[in-house]
Antibody
Framework: QVQLQESGPGLVKPSETLSLTCDVS????????WSWVRQPPGKGLEWIGY???????VYNPSLKSRVTISLVTPNSRFSLRLTSLTAADTAVYYC???????????WGRGILVTVSS | NFILTQVHSVSESPGKTVTISCTRS????????VQWYQQRPGNSPTIVIS?????PSGVPDRFSGAIDTSSNSASLFISGLRTEDEGDYYC??????????FGDGTKLT
């Protein structure tokens, strides 16, 4: 069974850049989409973007100018980069594995990122 | 783009059946598949319905999904409610540009 684990800083200063990594283990046999989703404290889910194994990316239009999702190692590690942070970016960030038709079949445990000086 | 609107909260007794709805603001609800996710307090979401009405492996058959084109909405049905079903439920779909949209969630008590 696939497992995903987010890693990165828990505290970032305003205007700085957030870099998170997602490590994937347990299943490398097939091609998937890989995604980032965030959830501000006490609020709902917000899709950030996703990347296919070919490197093809799709981003949430509201975040597109600040987001980069990259494959570090296919089926093993991918990353999120979010620039020009503000307090509104404070959230739990989840990485996820995605099947066609936007089916998120596996989620990481999430990492809380707080943007504060 | 479109938004998916969910009622903020629902409450029902154990053993009963509850319906959670998700209304699409523009475009047809049957244009793209709808997924439903359960998020128990303090946990990551997990999928309970995929492709509008399919139950992934391991999800109890108490969970089912459907769409109603007349109201342009999708619904999640949970029968034989158990206390373990408490949590937040999110619908999710996508558009022709493959941009995803999540509903704002329904808290089930």
């Amino acid at each position: 069974q696939v497992q995903l684990q987010e890693s990165g800083p828990g505290l970032v200063k305003p205007s700085e850049t957030l870099s998170l990594t997602c490590d994937v283990s347990g299943d490398s046999a097939s091609s998937y989409y890989w995604s980032w989703v965030r959830q501000p404290p006490g609020k709902g889910l917000e899709w950030i973007g996703y990347i296919y194994d070919t490197g093809y990316t799709v981003y949430n239009p509201s975040l597109k100018s600040r987001v980069t999702i990259s494959l570090v190692t296919p089926n093993s590690r991918f990353s999120l980069r979010l620039t020009s942070l503000t307090a509104a970016d404070t959230a739990v960030y989840y990485c996820a594995r995605v099947l066609p038709a936007a089916i998120i079949d596996s989620w990481g445990r999430g990492i809380l990122v707080t943007v504060s000086s | 783009n479109f938004i998916l609107t969910q009622v903020h909260s629902v409450s029902e007794s154990p053993g009963k059946t509850v319906t959670i709805s998700c209304t699409r603001s523009s475009g047809s609800i049957d244009s793209n598949f709808v997924q439903w996710y359960q998020q128990r307090p303090g946990n990551s979401p997990t999928i309970v319905i995929s492709e509008t009405d399919l139950r992934p492996s391991g999800v109890p058959d108490r969970f089912s999904g459907a769409i109603d084109t007349s109201s342009n909405s999708a619904s999640l049905f949970i029968s034989g409610l158990r206390t373990e079903d408490e949590g937040d439920y999110y619908c999710q779909s996508y558009d022709s540009n493959n941009f995803w949209v999540f509903g704002d969630g329904t808290k089930l008590t």
